[in-house]
């Protein structure tokens, strides 16, 4: 069993930043890929950023410039450094880990508003 925490969500102003962080613990023996997906109200879960285990990154067009996806093997975390947000970035966000299976988180609430 692999076991995906996630924390840091809340609520921001527009403009302002927040940092989420994603700990995996459990029967690992590789992560491969680690990753955001966000989920807004009435909408369909959406890819937000990737990053392999090699570091190389893959961040979708609506958060390019913004958002930066890193990790830290040593922890088995993924980290997702949200800046500039915007009220369109409010959703529920996952993180995933590539383990020969996808794992998931159970989600962060993410809320920008004034």
């Known amino acids: 069993q692999v076991q995906l925490v996630e924390s840091g969500g809340g609520l921001v102003q527009p403009g302002g930043s927040l940092r989420l962080s994603c700990a995996a613990s459990g029967r690992i023996v590789t992560i491969y890929d680690m990753g955001w997906f966000r989920q807004a109200p009435g909408k369909q879960r959406e890819f937000v950023a990737g990053?392999?285990?090699?570091?190389?990154?893959n961040p979708a067009d609506a958060v390019k410039g913004r958002f930066t996806i890193s990790r830290d093997d040593a922890s088995n975390t993924v980290y997702l450094q949200m800046n500039s947000l915007k009220p369109e970035d409010t959703a529920v966000y996952y993180c995933y880990a590539d383990v020969g299976w996808r794992a998931w988180g159970q989600g962060t609430q993410v809320t920008v508003s004034s």
């Open positions: 990053i392999t285990r090699e570091g190389d990154t």
